[in-house]
């Protein structure tokens, strides 16, 4: 799944998920290397997958591909074994044109992984809401820019303020803060804090008993969050990092 900042790779044998992880976007050169060689030793070395992975007869390895970038998915097509996955392959009903198909995937993941109804919470460079209900139809969501680029957006397009990497932020920040960098971070955490407080609970009013998922690079860090603010709210709450997988293996295996 080539995602807005980053690849995410995930490792089927027997059409069950073995191995899962992130990369950066891949160069052409590295995608043409692949493309001669696919065989897994080659995948196996230039994404750094891991090498306890069942051992596997040196064949072709097939790519099950999706993608919310254009220029790689135009990149990828050079692979001699690639499916492409649209929204047309994804079972969901009341599907607008434009819906990122990261967005339908992960949903469609974590129906079938914890049931309908549900609502993903993706906390990737942008932060998502999908929800569908218990007749697998698309109710909607809403899209924001996500934690990291809310921080990086002010380090990047003001002259005084710092650039803040959202791994270095463990605890919630004082809410009225003394120093710059506590106020960024107050401000655009407790902001957000709030906004996802307030997507869950209508959500809930809609679906009492939904499941809620939150999936993406920012989950730990937002859930832990979750946890500090609202507790109540975040014991309801599941993280799940594979919901795209998921909804990919599901795809493929009743349409391979």
């Known amino acids: 799944m080539v995602g807005n900042s980053r690849l995410h790779w995930g490792l089927f044998i027997d059409k069950t998920l073995s ?4 990369t950066f976007h891949l160069s052409e050169s590295i995608i043409q290397q692949l493309a001669e060689s696919p065989t897994l030793d080659n995948w196996l070395t230039v994404i750094s997958l891991p090498r306890n992975v069942p051992i596997i007869p040196d064949f072709p390895i097939p790519l099950i591909f999706a993608s919310v970038v254009p220029s790689q998915t135009t990149l990828w097509q050079i692979y001699p074994y690639l499916r492409l996955i649209t929204l047309e392959d994804v079972p969901l009903k009341g599907m607008y044109p434009t819906l990122g198909i990261d967005r339908a995937l992960a949903v469609w993941g974590a129906g079938i992984s914890w049931g309908f109804p549900t609502l993903v919470i993706d906390t990737g460079t942008a932060l998502t809401f999908t929800g569908v209900d218990d007749n697998k139809c698309l109710i909607g969501g809403a899209i924001l ?15 005084q303020l710092p650039l803040l990497e959202t791994s270095l932020m463990t605890t919630l920040p004082p809410r009225f803060a003394t120093n710059t960098l506590e106020a960024i971070q107050s401000g655009v955490i407790y902001t957000l804090l709030s906004g996802i407080k307030d997507f869950i609970e209508a959500w809930w009013g809609l679906f009492p008993n939904s499941q809620i998922v939150m999936t993406g690079g920012d989950s730990k860090v937002l859930n832990n969050y979750i946890y500090q603010q609202f ?5 309801r709450l599941i993280v799940d990092n594979n919901l795209i997988f998921q909804g990919i293996g599901n795809i493929w295996k009743y349409h391979d």
């Open 231 to 235: 507790p109540d709210i975040a014991t």
């Open 19 to 22: 191995a899962s992880g992130d």
């Open 145 to 159: 820019p996500g934690l990291g680029l809310q921080l990086s957006s002010l380090g990047q397009k003001t002259g």
